[in-house]
């Protein structure tokens, strides 16, 4: 059954965020962390841990050859398990950069000492499936590595179609990065034939950081078996001896676990479908906000990320200002990341967030803009 999650108060005690992570949390999720502490060797921890397989997978359209770990990291620590557990030590990896956190992506896989081309396109631009096959039908790759929502520029790339190239390459295995849009938007792991699908959990899971997710294929795995040195940490074979009995290598973050199986709780009491489309609303809300007001979309026309807009400061405000107007009010907003500092500003209109609260934000930033 649909249902509006919980209102947040509209005078807050704290803070609110409109930062692209981590983003707010609902009092009912941080309390759902105060459960009394159980062993994580014991039978009540395996049970947890298979309570939440169900969701997960369905949360990814994770199919029969998905299994979804659960990591104590952010997704940052997923990306370097991709990197030494899908590319083999004579062959490369190839990256599609088109801003700050796939350019970082691409960096720690060198840093684990893989092989790696890029795909490069100008920030605010999305990857194009016809680069991606002109690249491939060149060289092979082990592993291609996406971003599927860029968080830096508000750009969500045309996974699906990108997926399907790859798909004609049945060696090369894809890693998607999908931190910044996973629960607000679809993701379909099985059907798109994603090997790896990483994320974690302060954006639009709306829970607090700390844990992180990756529902990854039996490909990957006999890819894995075939490299000799992956690490510990990260190994995906390791992760899977334990996943197999409901438990994790090294100690999990069970406080997180408890409050994620209360969240997926209320997200699916408001419905997938319904939660993906009021992800739209507020992206549709912010770039008629951003018109309204003069300003511009730093992302490409028909790329706009559902879950957070990055727009050009072309009006040359001051940011900083704005900022602390807004902190006098208890609102906290995202400036621009990396080399995009001062040339733009980001919204983000992920998780819990209602149309009220977008209100808020917008009323709050008129007046400063009417100074």
């Given at each position: 059954?649909?249902r509006?999650?919980?209102?947040?108060?509209?005078?807050?005690?704290?803070e609110?965020l409109?930062i692209?992570g981590?983003?707010?949390v609902?009092?009912?999720?941080l309390?759902?962390?105060?459960q009394?502490?159980?062993?994580h060797?014991?039978?009540?921890?395996?049970?947890l841990?298979?309570?939440l397989?169900p969701?997960l997978?369905e949360?990814?359209?994770?199919g029969d050859?998905?299994r979804?770990?659960?990591y104590?990291?952010?997704?940052?620590?997923?990306?370097e398990s991709?990197?030494r557990c899908?590319v083999?030590?004579?062959?490369?990896?190839?990256?599609?950069?088109?801003?700050?956190?796939?350019?970082?992506?691409?960096?720690?896989?060198?840093?684990?000492?893989?092989?790696?081309?890029?795909i490069?396109?100008?920030?605010?631009?999305a990857v194009?499936?016809e680069?991606?096959?002109?690249?491939?039908?060149?060289?092979?790759?082990?592993?291609?590595a996406?971003?599927?929502?860029?968080?830096s520029?508000?750009?969500?790339?045309?996974?699906?179609?990108?997926?399907?190239?790859?798909?004609?390459?049945?060696?090369t295995?894809?890693?998607?990065?999908?931190?910044?849009?996973?629960l607000g938007?679809?993701?379909?792991a099985?059907?798109?034939?994603l090997?790896?699908?990483?994320?974690?959990?302060?954006?639009?899971?709306?829970?607090?950081?700390?844990?992180a997710?990756?529902?990854?294929?039996d490909?990957?795995?006999e890819?894995?078996?075939?490299?000799?040195f992956?690490?510990?940490y990260f190994?995906?074979?390791?992760?899977?001896?334990?996943?197999?009995?409901?438990?994790?290598p090294?100690?999990?973050p069970?406080?997180?676990?408890?409050?994620?199986e209360?969240q997926?709780?209320?997200i699916?009491?408001?419905?997938?479908?319904?939660?993906?489309?009021?992800?739209?609303?507020?992206?549709?809300l912010?770039?008629?906000?951003?018109?309204?007001?003069?300003?511009?979309?730093?992302?490409?026309e028909g790329?706009h990320?559902?879950?957070?807009?990055?727009?050009?400061?072309?009006?040359g405000?001051?940011?900083?200002?704005?900022?602390?107007?807004?902190?006098?009010r208890?609102?906290?907003l995202?400036?621009?990341y990396?080399?995009?500092?001062?040339?733009?500003?980001r919204?983000?209109?992920?998780?819990?967030?209602?149309?009220a609260?977008?209100?808020?934000?917008?009323?709050?930033m008129?007046?400063?803009?009417?100074?």
């Open positions: 059954m649909r509006e999650l919980s209102a947040m108060t509209s005078q807050p005690d704290h609110r409109y692209p981590p983003v707010e609902r009092r009912e999720i309390d759902a962390q105060g009394w502490m159980i062993g060797r014991g039978k009540a921890f395996a049970d841990y298979g309570r397989q969701l997978k949360s990814f359209g994770g050859q998905h979804v770990y659960i104590t990291s952010s997704g940052s620590g997923i990306w991709a990197s899908c083999r030590d004579d062959q490369a990896a190839l990256h599609l950069v088109n801003g700050a956190f796939s350019e970082r992506w691409a960096g720690v896989t060198r840093e684990n000492g893989k092989q790696v081309d890029a490069e396109v100008p920030w605010g631009k194009r499936p680069q991606v096959a002109e690249a491939l039908s060149k060289k092979h790759y082990d592993m291609v996406v971003v599927y929502c860029e968080t520029t508000g750009v969500l790339n045309p996974l699906p179609a990108i997926a399907e190239v790859v798909r004609q390459h049945p060696d295995l894809l890693a998607v990065d999908v931190v910044s849009c996973w938007t679809e993701v379909e099985a059907a798109w034939g090997d790896i699908a990483l994320t974690s959990s302060q954006k639009a899971f709306a829970l607090p950081p700390g844990i997710f990756g529902a990854v294929s490909r990957v795995l890819r894995a078996r075939q490299i000799p992956r690490g510990y190994d995906v074979l390791t992760l899977e001896k334990h996943h197999e009995k409901n438990n994790t090294a100690t999990p069970i406080s997180l676990m408890f409050a994620a209360r997926f709780r209320d699916r009491a408001e419905g997938y479908a319904a939660r993906y489309a009021r992800h739209r609303r507020l992206a549709e912010t770039r008629a906000w951003a018109a309204r007001q003069g300003f511009e979309m730093f992302s490409e790329y990320s559902p879950t957070v807009s990055t727009i050009r400061n072309n009006r405000i001051d940011f900083s200002a704005m900022q602390k107007f807004l902190a006098a208890g609102i906290s995202g400036g621009g990396g080399k995009l500092k001062g040339e733009t500003f919204i983000a209109h992920m998780g819990d967030l209602q149309e609260h977008l209100n808020e934000l917008f009323a709050a008129d007046a400063f803009l009417a100074q």
